[in-house]
C-alpha cells in the first residue's frame, strides 16, 4: 500500500509539473500573440499620418473655402495625440490599461468615421482631433503593456518588433493612401487606416487589466496643464514657423520659455507631481531618451529630405518618390526585427556606436550626391542610416525601465512625447534651412534644380552635426543592472 500510494504520489507530482509546463508555456505564447494585439494599433497610428498625405489636395479641393484644411488635417492630429500623451499615462495608471486601451480604441475608430463621412471642415477637423486623443491614449499604453508583459532577454525582441510595426505603418501608408486616391476618393483614407484598430478591438479581451492595486496620489491639474500646454505650443511653433510673422513667432517662444519654467518650477515643488523631475534629471533617463529624439529628428528629416530629391530633383512622381523610398524604409524594417537579438548579442553600447559610425559615414557619402541620379555608393548610405533608425526601439526600452510598474504609463506617455518631439522636429529642419537659404521664396516661386541641390548638401551638413552629436553619447551609453534601476525608481 506505501509504495502504491508512493507511486500515486510521485504520479501525482510529475503531473503537476507536466501541467504548470504547460501553462507556463501557454503564458509564454500568449504574450507573444498579445504583442500583435499591441502593434496593430500602432500601426494605425502610422497611418492616420502617412495616408493622409496623398489625399492633401483632393481634401482641399473638396472644402474649398477653408485655405489649408488638407494641412490642418495633419496638424490638428499630431498636436493633439503629442499634447494629450502625458495625461492619459497618469490615467492608465490610475484605472487601468486594458481599461483606457478600449476607450482609446472606441475613440480613434470613431474619429476615423466621423473624418470620413464629414460634409464640412469643422465636422473633419473634430474627426482628426478624435482620432489624436485616440492616438494619445493607444501609443502609450502598447509601450506600458510591453514594458509589463516581457523581462530579461525577451523584452530587447518584443520592443523591436514593436518597432517594425511603426516602420510598416509608416512604408504603407504613403502608398495605400495613393492607391485609395487613384481608385476611389480620400474620405476612405481614414477608415482604412483604422482597420488594424478594429481587429484589435476585436481581441481586447485577451489583454490582461494590470490595474493599480494601490491609493495613488491625487492628480497634479495644473503639472498636467503645464504638460498638455507646453508640447502643443512648442509642436505649433515648430510646425507653422516658417509661415508666422516675426512678432507672433516672438511672442510663442517667450510664452513657451515662461511656460516652460513655471511647469519646471511646479513639479520641482509639488508634493505629487505628474513627472517626477528626478527620473528625468538622471542619466539612465536622459541619456537614451536624447538619442531617441535625435534618431526621431534625423529619421524624418532624412525621409523629407530622400522625398524632396526624388521629387523636385529628379522629377519622379509622388508615387514613385515613395517606391524609391522602400530601401530605406526596408532597412529600417529589418533592422527594428533584428535589434533585439543584436542587443543581446553585442550589448546596447557596441550595437549604438557601430550604427551611429556606419550612419556618420553613410551621411558623408550623400555629401556628394549629384542632380543625375543615386550611384550605389548612396543607396549604401540611405540603407546605413536605415539601419541606425531601426534601433530606437532599445532606447525606448531603456528609457521606460526608470519607471516602476506602477508608473508604466507615465514612463510609456513621456517616451511618446519624445518621439512625436524628434519627428516633428525632423519635419520642420529642412524647411528651416529652406527658409534661412531663401528668405524671400515664396510659394509660388520655382526653384532650380542646382539651387535645390545645394540646399539639399546644406540640409547633409546639419544632419551631420546631429550624427555627431549622437555618436558622442552613444559612446555614454549602457545597459543598466536591474539592481540601479531600481535604485532609480525609488528616488
Not at 496593430?40 to 479641393?61: F, Q
Not at 527620473?279 to 536622459?286: I, M, N, P, S, T
Not at 504609463?409 to 522636429?425: Q, Y
Amino acid at each position: 500500500m506505501a509504495g502504491g500510494s508512493n507511486s500515486i504520489g510521485l504520479f501525482t507530482d510529475a503531473l503537476g509539473l507536466i501541467m504548470t509546463s504547460v501553462m507556463t508555456e501557454q503564458r509564454r505564447d500568449d504574450r507573444w500573440l498579445l504583442l500583435v494585439l499591441l502593434c496593430l494599433p500602432t500601426m494605425s497610428i502610422l497611418l492616420s499620418t502617412n495616408i493622409v498625405m496623398a489625399s492633401l489636395v483632393p481634401i482641399g479641393k473638396a472644402f474649398p473655402n477653408v485655405p489649408s484644411i488638407g494641412e490642418w488635417t495633419l496638424i490638428v492630429y499630431s498636436l493633439t495625440a503629442a499634447s494629450l500623451s502625458i495625461p492619459a499615462g497618469d490615467l492608465g495608471d490610475r484605472y487601468g490599461l486594458r481599461r483606457l486601451y478600449t476607450y482609446g480604441l472606441i475613440i480613434f475608430i470613431a474619429g476615423a468615421c466621423l473624418a470620413a463621412v464629414a460634409n464640412s471642415a469643422s465636422l473633419l477637423i473634430l474627426g482628426r482631433i478624435l482620432s489624436g486623443v485616440g492616438s494619445a491614449v493607444l501609443a502609450p499604453v502598447a509601450l506600458a503593456f510591453m514594458n509589463r508583459l516581457f523581462s530579461g532577454k525577451e523584452k530587447p525582441v518584443a520592443f523591436g518588433y514593436w518597432s517594425a510595426s511603426v516602420t510598416l505603418g509608416t512604408v504603407i501608408g504613403p502608398l495605400l493612401g495613393g492607391w485609395i486616391e487613384s481608385v476611389s476618393n480620400w474620405r476612405f483614407v481614414f477608415p482604412a487606416a483604422a482597420i488594424p484598430t478594429i481587429f484589435a478591438l476585436v481581441m481586447l479581451y485577451r489583454l490582461p487589466t494590470y490595474a493599480s492595486n494601490q491609493k495613488l496620489p491625487p492628480m497634479d491639474i495644473r503639472g498636467f496643464i503645464g504638460l498638455a500646454l507646453l508640447p502643443f505650443l512648442t509642436l505649433y511653433t515648430i510646425t507653422m514657423g516658417s509661415g508666422l510673422t516675426a512678432s507672433i513667432l516672438i511672442t510663442l517662444l517667450a510664452v513657451i520659455v515662461g511656460l516652460f519654467f513655471w511647469t519646471w518650477r511646479h513639479l520641482h515643488v509639488s508634493n505629487h507631481p505628474a513627472i517626477n523631475l528626478r527620473r528625468l534629471l538622471h542619466a539612465q533617463w536622459w541619456r537614451p531618451s536624447m538619442l531617441q529624439l535625435l534618431i526621431r529628428c534625423l529619421f524624418m528629416a532624412m525621409l523629407v529630405l530622400l522625398t524632396g530629391y526624388f521629387h523636385s530633383i529628379q522629377g519622379k512622381s509622388e508615387l514613385d518618390s515613395t517606391l524609391a523610398l522602400l530601401p530605406f524604409c526596408l532597412a529600417v524594417g529589418a533592422m527594428s526585427f533584428t535589434s533585439g537579438f543584436a542587443c543581446k548579442r553585442l550589448g546596447v553600447r557596441r550595437l549604438m556606436v557601430m550604427t551611429f559610425l556606419i550612419a556618420f559615414a553613410g551621411a558623408l557619402t550623400l555629401l556628394s550626391v549629384d542632380a543625375i541620379g543615386f550611384r550605389w555608393m548612396d543607396w549604401l548610405a540611405v540603407v546605413a542610416v536605415g539601419v541606425l533608425v531601426g534601433n530606437t526601439a532599445q532606447l525606448s526600452r531603456l528609457a521606460m525601465a526608470n519607471f516602476p510598474a506602477e508608473e508604466s504609463m507615465r514612463g510609456a506617455s513621456v517616451n511618446t512625447l519624445i518621439i512625436n518631439l524628434g519627428l516633428s522636429l525632423g519635419a520642420a529642419l529642412p524647411t528651416l534651412v529652406r527658409s534661412i537659404k531663401l528668405p524671400q521664396l515664396r510659394l509660388s516661386d520655382i526653384i532650380p534644380k542646382q539651387e535645390l541641390l545645394d540646399i539639399m548638401h546644406i540640409e547633409i551638413m546639419v544632419l551631420i552635426l546631429l550624427f555627431s552629436l549622437g555618436l558622442w553619447q552613444a559612446f555614454q551609453i549602457k545597459e543598466y543592472s536591474d539592481s540601479s534601476q531600481q535604485i532609480v525608481r525609488q528616488n
